[in-house]
C-alpha cells in the first residue's frame, strides 16, 4: 500500500527563519516523491520532483530511503511562501498524496 | 483557453437534485482525474480515465458516476447527494499513467454544497 504522512497540519514560522516541512512515505517498492504547493486563490501546482533534484523558489527535498522521509527545506522564509503545502508519492497505480502543511510566513 | 477547467465553479444542490461537474483540458493529456478536498481529508482521489477507460475506482459511494466521452473531457455526475458530500472537487490531467511523470495538472476546482 502507499502512504504519505504529513504531521504538522500547521506550520508558522517567522520572515528570515528556516523552515522545514515534514513527510514521510510508505511504500513497498522504488518511490517517485514530489511536492504540491497551493497558494491561496490559486490552483494546486506542482513545486517540486526528487528525481530532478532541482531547487524551486528557493526549495529543496532530498530523498532519504533509509528514513523514507522527503522533507521539504527553505533556508530562509519568505512571506510569498505562505501557502498549503502537500507531499505526494506515485507508486506503480496512482499518485497519493498526504494530508497537507499548511505554512504561515509571519512577517 | 488553455490548461484545465471546471464549471461550475461553485454548485448548491439539495439531496434529491441531479446536476454534473464539468472538466476541460486542453493540454494534450490522456487521463484525466477527479480528487475531493475537504477538511477532513484534503485530497481523496476518486477516479481515474486513462485513454477514456476508468482505471481507478476509489471506494466512492455509486451517487458519483464519472464519465469520459473522451480525453478532453470528464464529467462527474451527482445524484442524492448527502450533506457530507459537501467540498471542493478538483479535476487533474495528465500523461498516460503508464508513463506518467507524476506531474498533474489541476483545474481549480468546483466548490460543491449539499443543503
Known amino acids: 500500500a502507499q502512504r504519505v504522512t504529513q504531521p504538522e497540519k500547521l506550520l508558522s514560522v517567522f520572515k528570515g527563519a528556516p523552515v522545514e516541512l515534514k513527510c514521510n512515505y510508505s511504500?513497498?517498492?522504488?518511490?517517485?516523491l514530489f511536492w504540491y504547493v497551493q497558494y491561496s486563490r490559486q490552483r494546486l501546482q506542482l513545486l517540486l520532483r526528487?528525481?530532478s533534484r532541482e531547487s524551486i523558489k528557493g526549495f529543496t527535498a532530498d530523498l532519504n530511503k533509509g528514513e523514507t522521509s522527503f522533507h521539504l527545506k527553505k533556508p530562509f522564509a519568505q512571506e510569498e511562501d505562505s501557502a498549503m503545502y502537500y507531499c505526494?508519492?506515485?507508486?506503480?497505480?496512482?499518485?497519493?498524496f498526504g494530508q497537507g502543511t499548511r505554512l504561515t510566513i509571519n512577517p | 483557453e488553455t490548461g484545465v477547467t471546471q464549471t461550475p465553479r461553485h454548485l448548491v444542490m439539495g439531496m434529491t437534485n441531479k446536476k454534473s461537474l464539468k472538466c476541460e483540458q486542453h493540454l494534450g493529456h490522456n487521463a484525466m482525474y477527479w480528487y475531493k478536498q475537504s477538511a477532513k481529508k484534503p485530497l481523496e482521489l476518486m477516479f481515474v480515465?486513462?485513454?477514456?477507460?476508468?482505471?481507478e475506482n476509489n471506494s466512492v459511494p455509486s451517487r458519483f458516476s464519472p464519465e469520459c466521452p473522451n480525453s478532453s473531457h470528464l464529467f462527474l455526475h451527482l445524484h442524492t447527494l448527502q450533506p457530507e458530500d459537501s467540498a471542493l472537487y478538483l479535476c487533474?490531467?495528465?500523461?498516460?499513467?503508464?508513463?506518467?511523470?507524476?506531474?498533474?495538472?489541476f483545474g481549480e476546482g468546483s466548490r460543491l454544497t449539499v443543503l
Open positions: 480515465y486513462s485513454l477514456e477507460e476508468r482505471v
Open positions: 511504500y513497498s517498492g522504488s518511490p517517485e
Open positions: 526528487h528525481i
Open positions: 487533474a490531467s495528465s500523461h498516460s499513467r503508464g508513463v506518467a511523470t507524476g506531474e498533474l495538472f
Open positions: 505526494a508519492l506515485k507508486g506503480a497505480q496512482k499518485l497519493v
